[in-house]
T-cell receptor, first 113, second 115 residues
Framework: DQQVKQNSPSLSVQEGRISILNCDYT??????FLWYKKYPAEGPTFLIS?????DKNEDGRFTVFLNKSAKHLSLHIVPSQPGDSAVYFC????????????FGKGTHLIIQP | DADVTQTPRNRITKTGKRIMLECSQT?????MYWYRQDPGLGLQLIYY???????NKGEISDGYSVSRQAQAKFSLSLESAIPNQTALYFC??????????????FGPGTRLTVL
Protein backbone atom coordinates (compact mmCIF):
# COMPACT_ATOMS: atom_id res chain seq x y z
CA ASP A 1 0.00 0.00 0.00
CA GLN A 2 1.50 3.27 -1.12
CA GLN A 3 1.91 5.66 1.77
CA VAL A 4 3.16 8.55 -0.35
CA LYS A 5 1.38 9.21 -3.62
CA GLN A 6 2.24 11.42 -6.54
CA ASN A 7 -0.67 10.99 -8.89
CA SER A 8 0.74 12.93 -11.83
CA PRO A 9 3.49 10.96 -13.60
CA SER A 10 4.32 14.00 -15.71
CA LEU A 11 3.65 17.73 -15.91
CA SER A 12 4.44 20.16 -18.71
CA VAL A 13 4.76 23.87 -17.90
CA GLN A 14 5.80 26.85 -19.97
CA GLU A 15 9.02 28.61 -19.02
CA GLY A 16 8.37 31.55 -16.71
CA ARG A 17 5.08 30.15 -15.40
CA ILE A 18 4.39 28.48 -12.07
CA SER A 19 4.92 24.74 -11.68
CA ILE A 20 2.83 23.02 -9.02
CA LEU A 21 3.66 19.46 -8.04
CA ASN A 22 1.34 17.61 -5.71
CA CYS A 23 1.82 14.86 -3.17
CA ASP A 24 -0.58 13.03 -0.85
CA TYR A 25 0.22 10.77 2.07
CA THR A 26 -1.74 8.31 4.15
CA UNK A 27 0.42 7.70 7.21
CA UNK A 28 -0.43 10.21 9.95
CA UNK A 29 2.84 9.31 11.72
CA UNK A 30 4.88 11.18 9.13
CA UNK A 31 6.46 14.26 10.71
CA UNK A 32 8.74 15.57 8.04
CA PHE A 33 8.40 15.94 4.29
CA LEU A 34 11.01 16.47 1.63
CA TRP A 35 11.26 17.09 -2.07
CA TYR A 36 14.12 15.63 -4.07
CA LYS A 37 15.00 16.45 -7.65
CA LYS A 38 16.56 13.89 -9.96
CA TYR A 39 18.26 14.29 -13.31
CA PRO A 40 18.92 11.25 -15.56
CA ALA A 41 21.99 9.22 -14.59
CA GLU A 42 22.31 11.07 -11.28
CA GLY A 43 21.15 10.40 -7.75
CA PRO A 44 18.33 12.41 -6.17
CA THR A 45 19.38 15.76 -4.72
CA PHE A 46 17.65 17.40 -1.79
CA LEU A 47 15.59 20.42 -2.74
CA ILE A 48 13.42 21.61 0.14
CA SER A 49 11.68 20.23 3.21
CA UNK A 50 8.97 21.05 5.72
CA UNK A 51 8.18 19.95 9.22
CA UNK A 52 4.64 18.94 10.15
CA UNK A 53 4.43 21.85 12.58
CA UNK A 54 4.63 24.33 9.71
CA ASP A 55 2.37 24.96 6.75
CA LYS A 56 4.83 26.69 4.46
CA ASN A 57 8.54 26.79 3.76
CA GLU A 58 10.16 28.96 1.14
CA ASP A 59 13.61 28.86 -0.44
CA GLY A 60 14.15 31.17 -3.37
CA ARG A 61 11.94 30.08 -6.26
CA PHE A 62 10.76 26.99 -4.37
CA THR A 63 7.94 26.91 -1.84
CA VAL A 64 6.46 23.86 -0.18
CA PHE A 65 2.97 23.98 1.34
CA LEU A 66 1.65 21.43 3.80
CA ASN A 67 -2.02 20.83 4.57
CA LYS A 68 -1.85 18.38 7.43
CA SER A 69 -5.59 17.88 7.79
CA ALA A 70 -5.83 16.91 4.12
CA LYS A 71 -2.54 14.96 4.23
CA HIS A 72 -1.43 16.90 1.20
CA LEU A 73 1.65 18.83 0.23
CA SER A 74 2.63 20.73 -2.85
CA LEU A 75 5.80 22.17 -4.33
CA HIS A 76 5.56 25.48 -6.16
CA ILE A 77 8.31 26.63 -8.51
CA VAL A 78 8.09 30.28 -9.60
CA PRO A 79 9.19 31.17 -12.19
CA SER A 80 9.89 27.86 -13.88
CA GLN A 81 13.19 27.61 -15.73
CA PRO A 82 14.50 25.08 -18.29
CA GLY A 83 16.94 23.66 -15.73
CA ASP A 84 13.98 22.70 -13.56
CA SER A 85 13.12 19.90 -16.01
CA ALA A 86 13.69 16.76 -13.94
CA VAL A 87 11.86 14.10 -11.96
CA TYR A 88 10.66 15.35 -8.58
CA PHE A 89 10.16 12.93 -5.72
CA CYS A 90 8.10 13.64 -2.66
CA UNK A 91 9.36 11.81 0.44
CA UNK A 92 8.22 11.50 4.04
CA UNK A 93 9.80 10.53 7.31
CA UNK A 94 8.61 9.51 10.75
CA UNK A 95 10.12 11.15 13.77
CA UNK A 96 12.40 9.41 16.23
CA UNK A 97 14.65 7.30 14.04
CA UNK A 98 16.70 6.87 10.93
CA UNK A 99 14.56 4.25 9.29
CA UNK A 100 14.80 5.89 5.92
CA UNK A 101 12.50 7.84 3.72
CA UNK A 102 9.25 6.75 2.10
CA PHE A 103 9.13 7.99 -1.47
CA GLY A 104 6.40 8.68 -3.98
CA LYS A 105 6.73 7.46 -7.55
CA GLY A 106 7.88 10.84 -8.83
CA THR A 107 6.58 13.46 -11.24
CA HIS A 108 8.48 14.24 -14.43
CA LEU A 109 8.42 18.01 -14.84
CA ILE A 110 9.04 19.30 -18.35
CA ILE A 111 9.60 23.02 -18.83
CA GLN A 112 8.66 24.11 -22.34
CA PRO A 113 10.51 27.09 -23.87
CA ASP B 1 35.12 14.98 -6.03
CA ALA B 2 31.76 13.44 -5.23
CA ASP B 3 30.91 13.03 -1.55
CA VAL B 4 29.05 9.74 -2.08
CA THR B 5 30.42 7.36 -4.69
CA GLN B 6 29.09 4.05 -5.92
CA THR B 7 30.87 1.30 -7.81
CA PRO B 8 30.22 -0.07 -10.31
CA ARG B 9 27.98 2.44 -12.09
CA ASN B 10 26.64 -0.21 -14.42
CA ARG B 11 26.66 -3.99 -14.12
CA ILE B 12 25.19 -6.82 -16.13
CA THR B 13 25.17 -10.24 -14.53
CA LYS B 14 23.50 -13.60 -14.88
CA THR B 15 20.88 -15.31 -12.75
CA GLY B 16 22.41 -17.11 -9.79
CA LYS B 17 25.60 -15.06 -9.64
CA ARG B 18 26.75 -13.32 -6.48
CA ILE B 19 27.26 -9.62 -6.87
CA MET B 20 28.41 -6.81 -4.60
CA LEU B 21 27.67 -3.12 -4.97
CA GLU B 22 29.89 -0.74 -3.06
CA CYS B 23 29.31 2.68 -1.57
CA SER B 24 31.88 5.06 -0.13
CA GLN B 25 31.42 8.48 1.42
CA THR B 26 33.72 11.31 2.40
CA UNK B 27 31.07 13.29 4.26
CA UNK B 28 31.95 11.81 7.65
CA UNK B 29 28.33 10.77 8.14
CA UNK B 30 27.36 8.01 10.55
CA UNK B 31 24.23 6.76 8.84
CA MET B 32 24.14 4.99 5.50
CA TYR B 33 21.29 3.56 3.44
CA TRP B 34 20.64 1.40 0.41
CA TYR B 35 17.60 2.01 -1.78
CA ARG B 36 16.37 0.46 -4.96
CA GLN B 37 14.33 2.12 -7.70
CA ASP B 38 12.29 0.22 -10.25
CA PRO B 39 11.11 1.92 -13.47
CA GLY B 40 8.20 4.26 -12.81
CA LEU B 41 8.41 3.74 -9.07
CA GLY B 42 9.85 5.61 -6.15
CA LEU B 43 12.85 4.54 -4.14
CA GLN B 44 12.38 1.71 -1.64
CA LEU B 45 14.58 1.16 1.39
CA ILE B 46 16.56 -2.10 1.45
CA TYR B 47 18.87 -1.74 4.47
CA TYR B 48 20.19 1.03 6.65
CA UNK B 49 22.99 1.37 9.16
CA UNK B 50 23.21 3.73 12.12
CA UNK B 51 26.93 3.03 12.55
CA UNK B 52 29.45 0.24 11.98
CA UNK B 53 27.85 -2.03 14.58
CA UNK B 54 24.22 -1.34 13.76
CA UNK B 55 22.50 -2.79 10.67
CA ASN B 56 18.74 -2.71 10.11
CA LYS B 57 16.41 -4.17 7.52
CA GLY B 58 14.28 -1.89 5.41
CA GLU B 59 11.03 -2.64 3.65
CA ILE B 60 12.46 -4.91 0.92
CA SER B 61 15.50 -6.68 2.41
CA ASP B 62 14.73 -10.23 1.19
CA GLY B 63 17.41 -11.46 -1.21
CA TYR B 64 19.94 -8.86 -0.07
CA SER B 65 22.61 -8.58 2.58
CA VAL B 66 24.86 -5.71 3.63
CA SER B 67 28.18 -5.09 5.27
CA ARG B 68 29.36 -1.90 6.98
CA GLN B 69 33.11 -2.33 6.78
CA ALA B 70 33.92 1.13 8.13
CA GLN B 71 32.16 4.39 8.80
CA ALA B 72 32.79 5.39 5.19
CA LYS B 73 31.88 2.12 3.44
CA PHE B 74 28.61 0.26 3.08
CA SER B 75 28.27 -2.67 0.66
CA LEU B 76 25.16 -4.35 -0.68
CA SER B 77 25.30 -7.99 -1.79
CA LEU B 78 22.96 -10.09 -3.86
CA GLU B 79 23.86 -13.66 -2.90
CA SER B 80 22.12 -15.23 -5.87
CA ALA B 81 20.88 -12.62 -8.31
CA ILE B 82 17.49 -13.03 -9.99
CA PRO B 83 15.98 -11.05 -12.89
CA ASN B 84 13.48 -9.13 -10.75
CA GLN B 85 16.43 -7.56 -8.93
CA THR B 86 17.13 -5.63 -12.09
CA ALA B 87 16.88 -2.03 -10.91
CA LEU B 88 18.71 1.19 -10.07
CA TYR B 89 20.41 1.02 -6.69
CA PHE B 90 21.18 4.13 -4.67
CA CYS B 91 23.30 4.59 -1.61
CA UNK B 92 22.61 7.50 0.72
CA UNK B 93 24.17 8.98 3.84
CA UNK B 94 23.03 11.25 6.64
CA UNK B 95 24.80 12.92 9.50
CA UNK B 96 23.02 10.94 12.15
CA UNK B 97 22.14 13.81 14.39
CA UNK B 98 18.90 12.12 15.30
CA UNK B 99 17.07 15.25 14.32
CA UNK B 100 14.07 15.04 12.07
CA UNK B 101 15.87 17.43 9.72
CA UNK B 102 18.76 15.00 9.19
CA UNK B 103 18.98 15.20 5.40
CA UNK B 104 19.96 12.22 3.25
CA UNK B 105 22.48 12.69 0.46
CA PHE B 106 22.46 10.26 -2.43
CA GLY B 107 25.14 8.70 -4.60
CA PRO B 108 24.84 8.61 -8.40
CA GLY B 109 23.38 5.11 -8.50
CA THR B 110 24.29 1.71 -9.90
CA ARG B 111 22.27 0.31 -12.79
CA LEU B 112 22.09 -3.47 -12.32
CA THR B 113 20.75 -5.84 -14.95
CA VAL B 114 20.23 -9.51 -14.14
CA LEU B 115 19.79 -11.70 -17.21
Amino acid sequence: DQQVKQNSPSLSVQEGRISILNCDYTNSMFDYFLWYKKYPAEGPTFLISISSIKDKNEDGRFTVFLNKSAKHLSLHIVPSQPGDSAVYFCAAKRGGGADGLTFGKGTHLIIQP
Amino acid sequence: DADVTQTPRNRITKTGKRIMLECSQTKGHDRMYWYRQDPGLGLQLIYYSFDVKDINKGEISDGYSVSRQAQAKFSLSLESAIPNQTALYFCATSKGSGALTDTQYFGPGTRLTVL
